[in-house]
Nanobody, 119 residues
Framework: QVQLVESGGGSVQAGGSLLLSCAASSSTTLFGLLIMGWYRQAPGKQRELVATITNTGRTNYVDSVNGRFTISRDNAKNTVNLQMNSLKSEDTAVYYC???????????WGQGTQVTVSS
């Protein structure tokens, strides 16, 4: 079992930046087997993938955030971050941290953190 706790959400004006962090309550060994990701869900919309990072550091982004957001992980601290720059009003959503254990169907979610971008 892996528990994920997000932090760093809040309100910002368009063009601003926020850093989201997610801490995983797992052993370092287990964290090294997790593909970490950030998803978001805006009101009235389905949850969508924002970015993922594999245990080897390979990253993937949804087109709408490519070049503005950066996902990173610290395998020694069991954390994953999402640096969000040049924020737009359409980035407003609840952001969820996700962990998926490689080669299994084990999938874990954080409780979510609100990000509000005002224009």
């Amino acid at each position: 079992q892996v528990q994920l706790v997000e932090s760093g959400g809040g309100s910002v004006q368009a063009g601003g930046s926020l850093l989201l962090s997610c801490a995983a309550s797992s052993s370092t060994t287990l964290f090294g087997l997790l593909i970490m990701g950030w998803y978001r869900q805006a009101p009235g919309k389905q949850r969508e993938l924002v970015a993922t990072i594999t245990n080897t550091g390979r990253t993937n982004y949804v087109d709408s955030v490519n070049g503005r957001f950066t996902i990173s992980r610290d395998n020694a601290k069991n954390t994953v971050n999402l640096q969000m720059n040049s924020l737009k009003s359409e980035d407003t959503a609840v952001y969820y941290c996700n962990a998926r254990k490689v080669f299994t169907s084990d999938n874990y979610w954080g409780q979510g953190t609100q990000v509000t971008v005002s224009s």
